[in-house]
């Protein structure tokens, strides 16, 4: 499996911005690669992902707040995140050898479902 490490969690205020970032251990662009989180007593939610040729989907609560990037050169992948809420206090985290439907830019059908995954990075607004 791909190996993934996130990184740029942590603690932000209501309304600010964090970006993470999540290093693959294969080129990025050959994989299908998404983000996730996980509250405490909540299923895991698939966030945002992006196909090898670059097109980006999103969750429906991620739409117009977060936005997903990768770094060819660097092999990373980005997950910016504006306007934060306590809501989106969570762990993060990062995936590749992703299964996902996209119909005009937002997951729809089946669940998004990745084969690697990161250990996660936590993220907390207050």
């Known amino acids: 499996h791909v190996q993934l490490v996130e990184s740029g969690g942590g603690s932000v205020q209501v309304g600010g911005s964090l970006t993470l970032s999540c290093t693959v251990s294969e080129s990025v662009e050959t994989h299908h690669v998404a983000w996730f989180r996980q509250a405490p007593g909540n299923e895991r939610e698939a966030l945002a992902s992006m196909f090898t040729e670059g097109q980006s989907c999103y969750a429906d609560s991620a739409k117009g707040r977060f936005t997903i990037s990768r770094d060819n050169a660097k092999n990373t992948l980005n997950l910016q995140m504006d306007r934060l809420k306590p809501d989106d206090t969570a762990m993060y985290y990062c995936?590749?050898?992703?299964?996902?439907?996209?119909?005009?830019?937002?997951?729809?059908?089946?669940?998004?479902?990745?084969?690697?995954w990161g250990q996660g990075t936590q993220v907390t607004v207050s």
């Open positions: 995936a590749a050898e992703c299964d996902f439907n996209c119909r005009g830019g937002v997951f729809f059908g089946r669940k998004p479902n990745c084969k690697s």
